[in-house]
């Protein structure tokens, strides 16, 4: 293990599936605690609670499964780690217009939800560095050479980005009088993914009883930017799971019948990489 990520692996790899966690990490260094001017519920709410939990079972069903132990409100594996912010690190020059940096949402982030800031001020260019160093770059190493293996045993690889979304983000952006979604795939509008893997996937939260969206309101962020290559048989799917499903929010602690959701989680992903063999995945 590291300290940058927690690496769950079976026994043996019998599926062309990874597993990814990058926002689900929970180890608060009191270091960032006394930077922070906000408490720690408040810090804890950008946070996927719990998400590593509800896919701990991917490595009983044959894939990997990688989970972060930052948290993504000390730093954010899921954006470049040239996505430096300006306005909260020290020496950083102005750059291009990036709207995830002009919303405090870098690869060090200057907010947590509802725009709250963090800090009371700016930090040093040198603790964005450190923390780089020994989180971003580990973790995305280690993502790497995962994708590299599975690649290479089985001509193919699925990366399954997992995360969740705050309810009132759904209700923001769905259609009026529409049904909301319990589950959002991302695929970048089919540059991340091929359409019959995003396919697969959907039927199998379908067929869990799961309301199914996509692209809308998330549709990836760097992970499935950078690592999704189709043509190549790369495949990136952001999965955006509704906290309301499984976590108090306002508390952000796991709801009484989170084992419950666990096991329909666990469900989908035996039919996720139990699928996968019949599932064409080249370019489309």
């Given at each position: 293990m590291s300290d940058a990520y927690n690496l769950y692996r079976p026994k043996v790899q019998s599926a062309s599936f990874v597993f990814s966690s990058p926002h689900s990490g929970r180890d608060y260094a009191s270091t960032f605690k006394g930077q922070s001017r906000l408490n720690a519920l408040a810090l804890r709410s950008s946070e996927d609670a719990f998400v590593d939990l509800l896919f701990a079972d991917a490595p009983a069903h044959g894939a990997p499964l990688l989970a972060a132990s930052a948290p993504r409100a000390y730093l954010d594996l899921n954006r470049a780690q040239d996505e430096l912010d300006p306005a909260l690190i020290e020496n950083v020059?102005?750059?291009?217009?990036?709207?995830?940096?002009?919303?405090?949402?870098?690869?060090?982030?200057?907010?947590?939800?509802?725009?709250?800031?963090?800090?009371?001020?700016?930090?040093?260019?040198?603790?964005?560095?450190?923390?780089?160093?020994?989180y971003w770059q580990p973790y995305h190493q280690q993502l790497r050479s995962l994708m590299r293996e599975t690649t290479k045993t089985f001509g193919e690889a699925?990366?399954?980005?997992?995360?969740?979304?705050?309810?009132?983000?759904?209700?923001?952006?769905?259609?009026?009088?529409g049904p909301l979604p319990d589950v959002v795939l991302g695929d970048r509008f089919g540059a991340s993914a091929g359409n019959s893997v995003v396919k697969m996937i959907e039927a199998a939260f379908v067929d869990a009883g799961l309301r199914v969206a996509r692209n809308a309101p998330f549709a990836g962020a760097y992970i499935a930017q950078a690592y999704g290559r189709p043509s190549r048989g790369q495949h990136v799917v952001q999965v955006e799971i509704?906290?309301?499903?499984?976590?108090?929010?306002?508390?952000?602690?796991?709801?009484?019948?989170?084992?419950?959701?666990?096991?329909?989680?666990?469900?989908?992903?035996?039919?996720?990489?139990?699928?996968?063999?019949?599932?064409?995945?080249?370019?489309?």
């Open positions: 020059p102005r750059s291009p217009h990036n709207p995830r940096i002009l919303a405090g949402l870098g690869v060090v982030p200057r907010v947590v939800s509802a725009g709250r800031h963090i800090y009371s001020g700016r930090i040093t260019r040198a603790d964005a560095d450190d923390r780089l160093e020994r699925v990366l399954i980005d997992c995360h969740s979304m705050p309810h009132d983000a759904i209700e923001g952006h769905s259609r009026i009088n509704d906290r309301r499903l499984y976590l108090d929010e306002a508390r952000v602690e796991p709801r009484p019948d989170f084992a419950e959701f666990q096991r329909l989680i666990s469900g989908v992903i035996s039919r996720i990489t139990g699928a996968a063999e019949d599932i064409p995945m080249a370019a489309e």
